[in-house]
């Protein structure tokens, strides 16, 4: 089955649309591209799953590429990643290091620096490093990734990663059956709260002193033996990285081995405001998908793939499926691109 199956079965011929390809030449300018004129074709922006992804598919399709990561992964606290197919339980770093090794293989290139401003040049791309470096790409792909907006409440930051999660399916089966929490601040975290009590039955729900349980909702939680601490959290407390009480307003600590939180995003990088990319109301950037591929974004050339893109759940096994997509997209481009200048 091909990359791109599921469009083919939209009855959609790419090569046999003329209309398609004019738009997209006249959009693309690329009656004046010369691809020996840029230093890559594409500019990967962060070297987590989904980016490493890219390149890896961008590579083995004979692209030049380059890679910059600046080290700030999402899920750097986090001692082990779960749910990875053959990976389960690989430290995040381990996982990084072997796909920047597969990515090597096919001549893709790295650098350990931040970009701080990418701008239209001509039929690509001129991309400022925090170095002073400058790098011209034909297509930038944007995968930066979101940042977590953990609450101020001391001790959260801490124990974020190692004994306070986001994510059930990530770290759930680790704390199953133990004393766990779950911080519910608003009526859409109810559901979320339920998932958690499949994990284990003794469970707390703390509202952190917000207004979130009508008496129905309430009792629902109450009938099933779930206590509702609705103090303000004042700190979590631990030892050596692991949780074991949380402080409440009123003077009592309540003992936890874990607690759960899905915390606000936002996006890691400030490319796609500075680009002027559409962004959802959930702060993430709007990815498109055409008779050509997915992670399109509303700038030609910019294209957006992992967390930080509306077109994948925030889990590392969708970062990874949506970056091989995206770069088999950005290829296909590229290649039409080629094959109507002659480039090949």
């Known amino acids: 089955m091909s990359a791109f199956s599921s469009l083919e079965n939209s009855g959609a011929s790419i090569a046999g649309n003329d209309s398609i390809i004019s738009e997209f030449l006249i959009a693309s300018d690329m009656q004046t591209t010369d691809g020996s004129d840029f230093d890559y074709e594409v500019l990967i922006v962060g070297g987590g799953p989904a980016g490493l992804s890219a390149a890896l598919q961008l590579g083995r399709s004979l692209r030049s590429v380059l890679v910059c990561d ?36 096919y001549d893709g290139e790295f650098r350990n620096s931040q970009v701080t401003n990418v701008e239209r040049s001509g039929a690509g791309f001129t991309s400022t490093l ?22 101020d409440t001391d001790g959260f930051e801490e124990f974020w990663g190692s004994g306070v999660y986001h994510c059930p399916y990530c770290h759930g089966y680790e704390v199953r059956d133990q004393p766990l929490g779950v911080l519910v601040t608003n009526q859409h975290m109810v559901e979320y709260a339920k998932m958690v009590y499949n994990l284990s039955k003794d469970l ?20 099933r033996g779930i206590e509702i601490e609705d103090e303000p959290i004042i700190a979590l407390n631990g030892s050596d990285g692991n949780l074991e009480n949380i402080s409440l307003a009123d ?7 874990a607690l759960f939180y899905p915390p606000p995003m936002e996006q890691h990088s400030e490319l796609p405001e500075q680009l002027g990319l559409d962004v959802n109301e959930a702060g993430l950037v709007d990815a498109t998908r055409s008779q050509r591929g997915i992670g399109f974004t509303s700038v030609d050339g910019v294209f957006i793939a992992g967390d930080a893109s509306s077109g994948a759940p925030p889990a590392i096994v969708s970062a990874v499926a949506d970056g091989y997509a995206v770069g088999a997209t950005m290829n296909g481009e590229l290649s039409m691109e080629d094959f109507e200048v002659g480039l090949q």
């Open 70 to 105: 600046n080290d700030e992964p999402r899920n750097g606290p986090a001692a082990e990643a779960h749910g990875y197919l053959t990976r389960d339980g690989i430290p995040p770093e381990e996982l990084r290091r072997l796909g920047r090794e597969e990515v090597t293989k």
């Open 130 to 151: 925090d170095t002073d470096e400058t790098v011209t790409s034909r297509k930038v792909l944007l995968a930066t990734g979101v940042s977590d907006d953990l609450p």
């Open 204 to 223: 707390i729900v703390f509202t952190d002193g917000q207004d979130v349980f009508d008496d129905e909702s309430r009792l629902t939680f109450v009938e």
């Open 251 to 257: 003077g009592h600590n309540v003992a936890r081995h």
